[in-house]
């Protein structure tokens, strides 16, 4: 908790050591105007799970099942605006975030429980968007980045908006794509042993990858450590959203996404155990598609009350349905400060590959005992607050604060808490 | 469990109904001091995300949240 304090406090100083060179001008009067520093966003979130049936283990219960988790992310994003000829605003986005976690999961990658409990992300992302507010029109191309131990993603988006002819409905359509590579880091049970100095006859080894290797008499295996061979995984998107004005007080939309995934869908590390007791990697198709559409309502009751709805219905072809239903509620204590409690309430239908802890048959084409992908509920709830001062927050730069807490329970007894702020300098 | 079903049902049926009921009436710029407000936006705020990722990786659903629908990590 020491290191989350000393981390965020050092941001904000060096934040508002950046915007204290000059003093904002005057921008309500139209002038095209190069890329400036507009806003600087920090978001630092504490996650703490403790829950039991680890995928690594296999879904069993005990100290080989335990899954705790605990996740401290941080993240900064520096947003740049500027204005050309034609009245168009080019917004440039530039993010970075880290994230450090411990999963005692992760132990049980060794069969001995002495792997590593502990690792790092690195996501860095770049966005640029364009907005004509007389034609209603916005585009914008993003790329993305994130690197962590057994996993690494680059990742592409664009998008497009426009907006009906009496600016009080907007249709938006975004296309992503990831490109992914898993390490195949399998629990060691299954790793061979690397040959050092071969004493014996040719000897042919096989990968996880598929290829083989031929070692000689008095050679040594090229692979090491270092040298696991990773499996790609590829998702492609395209979101739909169209929103719309309803009268003063009330608008909504709806989103509906279309998302296709091929490659290696699993994760290496996840075992399964069979009812005869013998254990094996988890093996999932190689393709999924996932059709999730969401709507919003946000109605403003009154002065000081606005009520935010949400509804998803999701489907894919592994077999998971879903429904997810919200409600916010932001109450206005002041015109700059609001308290913001929610609940949150989730149901999915088991994966067609899913069994617990030594219920696959070895017949089974498919399996996992990944507890996402049982069948389940979830309650979230708690509450957020948000103080965003005219004058801003200790210093005029200092904008806005806003701090969120959430409590999550599954019925597969899962419980995590996460605690999330949200600084913002402008 | 049963009542969770219709509360959620009940929810689902408010939103329907008041989509349905609420007629559209043609909204000026200046008549959006509320709409614009930035509680109303319609999308997540950036201090969820945590909780999204969250919610990603522990649930085998995701996506129509401007969120992730998955890659870009660990998660499916």
């Not at chain 1, 060179?21 to 703490?48: F, M, N």
């Not at chain 1, 039991?52 to 941080?74: C, E, F, H, R, Y």
């Not at chain 1, 349905?321 to 949150?344: C, D, G, N």
């Not at chain 1, 005992?369 to 005219?390: E, H, Q, V």
Request: charged share 20%; aromatic share 12%.
């Amino acid at each position: 908790m020491k290191r989350v304090c000393l981390t965020v406090t050092g941001m904000c100083l060096i934040v508002l050591h950046a915007f204290s060179q000059g003093s904002p001008k005057d921008t309500s009067t139209y002038k095209p105007r190069a890329l400036k520093l507009d806003e600087v966003e920090i978001v630092s979130s504490y996650y703490d799970q403790t829950a039991n049936k680890s995928a690594v283990s296999g879904g069993q219960t005990g100290p080989m099942g335990n899954a705790n988790v605990t996740d401290l992310s941080n993240g900064v994003e520096l947003t740049f605006v500027g204005w050309d000829k034609h009245q168009g605003k080019n917004t440039l986005t530039a993010g970075l975030g880290y994230d450090a976690h411990t999963a005692a999961s992760q132990a049980w990658v060794s069969k001995t429980g002495a792997s590593k409990k502990s690792g790092t992300r690195i996501y860095p992302s770049l966005n640029w968007a364009h907005e004509n507010a007389l034609k209603g029109t916005g585009y914008e191309l993003g790329a993305y980045y994130s690197t962590e131990y057994n996993y690494r993603s680059i990742g592409f988006d664009a998008g497009i908006s426009q907006k009906t002819r009496d600016k009080n409905g907007e249709f938006s359509a975004k296309l992503t794509t990831y490109f992914d590579e898993v390490k195949l880091i399998y629990p060691s049970e299954f790793v061979k042993g690397l040959i050092t100095n071969n004493t014996d006859s040719t000897i042919y080894i096989t990968g996880f990858n598929g290829q083989t290797e031929a070692i000689p008499p008095g050679a040594t295996s090229k692979r090491d450590k270092k040298d696991v061979p990773s499996s790609p995984r590829d998702t492609y998107s395209a979101a739909f959203s169209y929103s719309q004005v309803f009268n003063p007080r009330l608008q909504g939309s709806v989103e509906l996404d279309l998302v296709e995934q091929t490659g290696y869908l699993g994760l290496p590390f996840h075992r399964v155990y069979f009812t005869n007791g013998q254990d094996t990697i988890e093996k999932l198709p190689s393709q999924r598609f996932k059709l999730p559409i969401g709507f919003r309502l946000n109605y403003f009751l009154g002065d000081d009350v606005i009520l935010k709805a949400y509804y998803r219905f999701y489907i894919d072809d592994w077999g998971v349905r879903s429904h997810t239903a919200s409600l916010e509620v932001p109450i206005k204590i002041s015109s700059f400060f609001s308290v913001s409690p929610f609940y949150r309430y989730y149901i999915q239908t088991a994966a067609n590959y899913f069994a617990p802890f030594e219920k696959h048959l070895t017949t089974d084409t498919y399996y996992t005992s990944n507890y996402a992908l049982s069948a389940f509920s979830a309650n979230l709830f708690g509450a957020g607050i948000r103080l965003a001062p005219p004058k801003g927050i200790l210093d005029k730069h200092f904008n806005s604060l806003e701090l969120r807490y959430a409590h999550y329970t599954e019925t597969t007894d899962l419980v995590s808490n996460v605690i999330s702020l949200d600084l913002k300098f402008r | 469990m049963r009542m969770q079903k219709w509360i959620l049902r009940l929810s689902l049926a408010a939103v329907a109904l008041s989509t349905t009921v609420v007629s559209c009436q043609p909204v000026k710029e200046y008549q959006k001091n509320r709409l614009n407000d930035s509680e109303m936006t319609l999308s997540n705020r950036k201090v969820e995300k945590e909780e999204m990722n969250m919610e990603s990786y522990r649930e085998g659903s995701s996506g129509a949240n401007g969120g992730k629908t998955g890659g870009g990590c660990g998660c499916n």
